[in-house]
């Protein structure tokens, strides 16, 4: 066994993941057909595309001889809690630069305790620089200043060229199968490969979970390094973000709460629950027509 296909005996994912379709009244009457793509159940620690995305990344590095990872995240990053959560499993050290020195010396919230628990270290950054980071010379002093020179660079959200080759992965898993993939974006990593590995006739939709309106050209960027240019059928549905990042109103639980009720699956409060708000919605304003199969990829568990 050479040390690449090591990294995936040691994280043990078990793809492809179930396509499910439900029944639910807030599409049935509408003649759309709601089916789930479990891509939750693919790991029990690295769910959905952290898996896609970081396993790519995790075989260049044990590849090119790294010893360490480092990667990017806030305090409430489940990006950075599935890279702890893999190096523990793989046996390489990470580091996480955290969004924000005002948090240093405080209690860790639960998400950078975990990360902690994992065997990340954890590097607190001002948000200027944080928000410089993907300048070389930027970097280089980050990287400097966490003792991380020489680790394995993994941006934050784990998008790049490698994560949307594994990305694109979970496009072919779906061909033949759906008419219109949907998923919920953070970075735009898991939609840029997405629709790439769609098959013809198929189109993917991308929901921010974030305010701002910027990831058209981070994906277009992210294709364009991994493609040489533009891959697929893909639209973003703006406007489902609830306020901005981990922000989750009072609507928006219950809603959340009603689906597991009505269903008996967990849905993920970050990403998953504005992922299915905005589909209900979409239906309802007719955006898919009747016979349509809707597939809401559930890329994480809570």
Partial sequence: MNRPAHVDALLQPRPPSPLQEIRDDGFERYGVRLLLKRDDLVHPELPGNKWRKLAPNLRAAVAGGYGS??????????????????????????????????????????????????????????????????????????????????????????????????????????????????????????????????????????????????????????QAAAYGGARGAWSLAEDFHHGGYAKVPAELEAFAAGFEERHGIPVERVYVAKLLWALAALTRRGAYPPSTRLTAIITGHP
């Fill in 69 to 222: 990872l480092v990667t990017f995240g806030g305090a409430y990053s489940n990006h950075l809690r599935a890279t702890a959560a893999a190096g523990r499993l793989v046996g390489m050290a990470t580091v996480g630069v955290v969004r924000g020195d005002e948090l240093a010396g405080r209690p860790l919230n639960p998400s950078l305790a975990r990360c902690a628990a994992d065997g990340m270290r954890l590097h607190f950054v001002t948000r200027s620089a944080y928000r410089r980071k993907a300048e070389p010379e930027v970097l280089a002093g980050l990287l400097a200043e966490c003792g991380a020179v020489g680790a394995y660079v993994v941006p934050e959200g784990g998008s790049n060229a490698l994560a949307l080759a594994g990305c694109e992965e979970l496009g072919r898993e779906l061909r033949g199968l759906t008419d219109v993939a949907a998923v919920a974006c953070g970075t735009g990593g898991t939609l840029a490969g997405l629709a790439a590995g769609l098959g013809p006739g198929q189109r993917a939709v991308g929901v921010p979970v974030l305010r701002g309106g910027f990831l058209e050209a981070e994906i277009r960027s992210l």
